[in-house]
């Protein structure tokens, strides 16, 4: 089956610990992104990256790093200068060309602070 | 930088009526795309009708239309004969193109939401 899978589902961090939450494609995408969700908001955009090997940093970066080494993965650390990282994490792929940019997402990472 | 508005936090309806959401969002932009998402208690974000600026049409999928004021930045979700499935949260959400021929795209700008719950 085609899809998105994030994991784990559920994810513990202590203070001052880097965490990498993992996020695979194997719809062949080319554009891949991560978001974050608050309680009670709406999803803010982390990272994003349109092709392999570059990526751009979205409204909410800082603490937070990303690398695309391969096209079907995304990997997103969540680093000790993240001060609040308690949230779902939400990471979605998208094509690339004309009219093929709708937004397909995971099922999400829960992220919780010790 | 785009901002999306939805001035509903919650609504609640009876099964089989219908129901309208709303969103406004403000940009410069000529070139966008807008989008309803569904989020259930599960959590996943379930894409539930597009729209592209461009076009004067409004979208629809089987029960789920949409009301799109271009000049007037609105983007309402009409939602027919309403089902206890429907109960979840509802984003609309804003794309800007990088360009309008060549595709690509930055991320979603989201509203907060609109907690629809559906009463049987």
């Known amino acids: 089956d085609g899809g998105i899978t994030q994991s784990p589902k559920y994810l513990f961090r202590k203070e001052g610990q880097n965490v990498t939450l993992s996020c695979e494609q194997n719809?062949?995408?080319?554009?891949m992104y991560w978001y974050r969700q608050d309680p009670g908001q709406g999803l803010r955009l982390i990272y994003y990256?349109?092709?392999?090997?570059?990526?751009q940093k979205g409204d909410i970066a800082e603490g937070y790093s990303v690398s695309r080494e391969k096209k079907e993965s995304f990997p997103l650390t969540v680093t000790s200068a993240q001060k609040n990282p308690t949230a779902f994490y939400l990471c979605?792929?998208?094509?690339?060309?004309?009219?093929?940019?709708?937004?397909?997402f995971g099922p999400g990472t829960r992220l919780l602070v010790l | 930088a785009q901002t999306v508005t939805q001035s509903q936090p919650e609504m609640s309806v009876q099964e089989a009526e219908t129901v309208t959401l709303s969103c406004t969002y403000d940009?410069?932009?000529?070139?966008?795309?807008l989008f309803w998402y569904k989020q259930p208690p599960s959590r996943q974000m379930i894409l539930v009708i597009r729209?592209?600026?461009?076009?004067?049409q409004n979208a629809t999928e089987n029960r789920f239309s949409v009301n799109f004021q271009k000049a007037a930045k609105s983007f309402s979700l009409k939602i027919s004969d309403s089902q206890l499935g429907d109960t979840a949260m509802y984003f609309c959400?804003?794309?800007?193109?990088?360009?309008?021929?060549?595709?690509?795209?930055?991320?979603?700008?989201f509203g907060k939401g609109t907690h629809l719950i559906i009463q049987p």
């Open positions: 719809l062949n995408h080319d554009a």
């Open positions: 959400a804003f794309m800007k193109l990088q360009s309008y021929s060549g595709g690509g795209a930055d991320g979603l700008t």
């Open positions: 990256s349109q092709i392999v090997n570059d990526f």
């Open positions: 729209q592209e600026a461009y076009k004067q």
């Open positions: 940009t410069s932009e000529n070139n966008y795309y």
């Open positions: 979605a792929s998208s094509e690339w060309g004309p009219y093929q940019e709708t937004q397909y």
